[in-house]
């Protein structure tokens, strides 16, 4: 099937469906300029998962090897804070105004969805524009412009281990509670949060569609959610260059890049509503 014939498939089973759910994955954020985690290229393959993805990784490599925790550190916030929405977060932002999908089921924590306007954001490993404090769970949004004051400083040089340590120490601060604040992001070990994950659950067992984009399909408990919509009947949309474990579920399965599929369906819908 062509790929012209594959977008009117998919425009077809979006515009027939009582509601549809998109699940996106790194992929989708790829030509923002934040690399994927996995894959060729990714980033695991330059930063070992055992040491980076983990807080006890983290802080042992903290502890004995300096110079790695800091570019690591550079590296993803400076991806993080320069990326803008591409053509494919805008075009899901579009079919939600259009009232095509009533929610977004995201494992990035790059708040691109909410950047280009989505609405309904249900985040499965947080977002790392917030902090969540220990103590009492309260939570508190990061400025973009104090994000980027961050990664300025972190630019220049590479600072002393204290001065490192000093830096993290007053960029997280402390909740009014007197807790100490972390990234409300999810690392390697740990649970998702309750609430997230029992929506994205609700919708995965009451959608009749969901379009999974840029997504791996191997990180659990995150992959369950397409293949739970799955096995309630819902169809799968999958958009992804490369196959994933999720290709056989597919009843459309169209091999592009999220950038260059999303907007074709946004504007196949948008024409067939006009």
Request: hydrophobic content about 40%; glycine content about 8%.
């Amino acid at each position: 099937m062509g790929t012209k014939n594959q977008i009117a498939q998919a425009t077809k089973l979006i515009r027939e469906a009582n509601e549809t759910v998109v699940f996106s994955g790194a992929g989708i954020s790829t030509s923002s300029g934040i690399p994927a985690f996995r894959g060729q290229g990714g980033l695991w393959d330059e930063y070992s998962p055992a040491l980076f993805a983990n807080i006890p990784g983290l802080l042992f490599t903290f502890l004995t090897n300096k110079r790695r925790i800091f570019s690591f550190t550079r590296d993803v916030l400076s991806a993080l804070v320069e990326a803008e929405p591409n053509a494919a977060h805008i075009a899901v932002s579009d079919l939600q105004k259009m009232g095509k999908v009533s929610a977004v089921i995201t494992q990035n924590i790059d708040n691109l969805h909410q950047k280009a306007g989505s609405s309904k954001v249900i985040e499965l490993h947080g977002n790392i524009f917030r902090l969540r404090c220990l103590r009492c769970g309260r939570k508190k949004t990061i400025s973009p412009e104090r994000m980027r004051e961050a990664v300025e400083k972190l630019k220049k040089e590479e600072p002393k281990r204290s001065t490192m340590f000093s830096m993290l120490r007053r960029f997280l601060g402390r909740c009014d509670c007197g807790g100490v604040n972390r990234p409300d992001v999810v690392f390697f070990g740990e649970s998702l949060p309750k609430e997230a994950l029992g929506d994205a659950l609700r919708y995965a067992h009451n959608v009749d569609c969901m379009i999974a984009i840029g997504t791996s399909g191997v990180v659990y408990p995150a992959a369950s959610i397409p293949l739970n919509a799955s096995s309630t009947g819902a169809k799968i949309i999958e958009i992804n260059p490369t196959p994933t474990n999720f290709t056989p579920l597919a009843k459309i399965y169209l091999q592009k890049a999220a950038e260059e599929a999303l907007p074709s369906i946004a504007e196949a819908l948008r024409t067939s509503e006009a």
